[in-house]
């Protein structure tokens, strides 16, 4: 059975930092790559930030390349989050997901697993 667990979401004010988690089963190591996404209320789930477990390649948009920091752990299977310099807009429930195939990474569809989500909520 796989799992994906996410934790350190949180309230912070703006400028502030989180650092979320996303503990995976030992069975999901068999995944190519972690993807982190959000959701804001009446938005559409949109991409963050992934990477690949082997080469540990980062993929990131334009709103989170210099703010945001993916990394893996591949000992503890873990994928981690730094998120700095945080934004009202930065306000969602973050998920984090896991590929086992294929080579495309921005699309929730292209995912196979999911966490259950953890919120994140930045004040002005």
């Known amino acids: 059975q796989v799992q994906l667990v996410e934790s350190g979401g949180g309230l912070v004010q703006t400028g502030g930092s989180l650092r979320l988690s996303c503990a995976a089963s030992?069975?999901?190591?068999?995944?190519?790559?972690m993807g982190w996404f959000r959701q804001a209320p009446g938005k559409e789930r949109e991409f963050v930030a992934a990477i690949r477990w082997n080469a540990g390649t980062t993929y990131y948009t334009d709103s989170s390349k210099g703010r945001f920091t993916i990394s893996r752990d591949n000992a503890n299977h873990t994928v981690y989050l730094q998120m700095n310099s945080l934004k009202p807009e930065d306000t969602a429930v973050y998920y984090c997901?896991?590929?086992?195939?294929?080579?495309?990474?921005?699309?929730?569809?292209?995912?196979?697993?999911w966490g259950q989500g953890t919120q994140v909520t930045v004040s002005s």
């Open positions: 997901a896991a590929k086992t195939t294929g080579i495309f990474l921005y699309n929730s569809r292209d995912y196979d697993y």
């Open positions: 030992e069975r999901t190591f068999s995944s190519i790559a």
